[in-house]
């Protein structure tokens, strides 16, 4: 079984699919990476070093930007890594709202459906003048 995954071949970081212990060697498309601390199941580590607000590549696209200096093979998480999305936003979980979502997509659809199908059902009973 693989001990971590690179997503995309663009990717600056790696996920651990398993604790990786501190300092172990392991090859990355060939590159050798040693961790400098123990990486959490989940979570990502560097494969290259990285200076302050360099780019972290993830799924091939920057998913935010390194908030200190970085070595290869130390992990990434909140404690030095900034989302682009700004200060303004909030994460929240919100099972309802995608659900709610849904059935407005869902609504919206079978009624485009109605409406298209009253308008066939028109047309094909135009009475004869």
């Not at 799924?59 to 998913?63: K, T, V």
């Given at each position: 079984m693989a001990h971590?995954?690179?997503?995309n071949e663009n990717d600056n970081v790696a996920v651990a699919l398993e604790v990786l212990p501190?300092?172990?060697?392991?090859?990355?498309d060939d590159t050798e990476v040693t961790t400098t601390?123990?990486?959490?199941?989940?979570h990502k580590f560097a494969l290259v070093d990285m200076a302050e607000g360099e780019s972290v590549v993830k799924?091939?696209?920057?998913?935010g930007n390194a908030t200190?200096?970085?070595?290869?093979?130390?992990?990434?998480h909140i404690h030095n890594l900034k989302?682009?999305?700004?200060?303004?936003l909030d994460y929240i979980y919100g099972?309802?709202?995608v659900e709610e979502k849904s059935l407005r997509v869902t609504q919206n659809l079978q009624t485009k459906r109605i409406i298209g199908l009253?308008?066939?059902?028109?047309?094909?009973?135009?009475?004869?003048i």
């Open positions: 971590f995954i690179k997503i501190a300092n172990i060697t392991i090859y990355v601390m123990e990486i959490p199941v989940g799924y091939g696209f920057c998913i200190s200096a970085v070595k290869k093979g130390d992990g990434i989302t682009r999305l700004g200060d303004l099972p309802d709202f009253i308008l066939v059902l028109g047309l094909s009973r135009k009475e004869k």
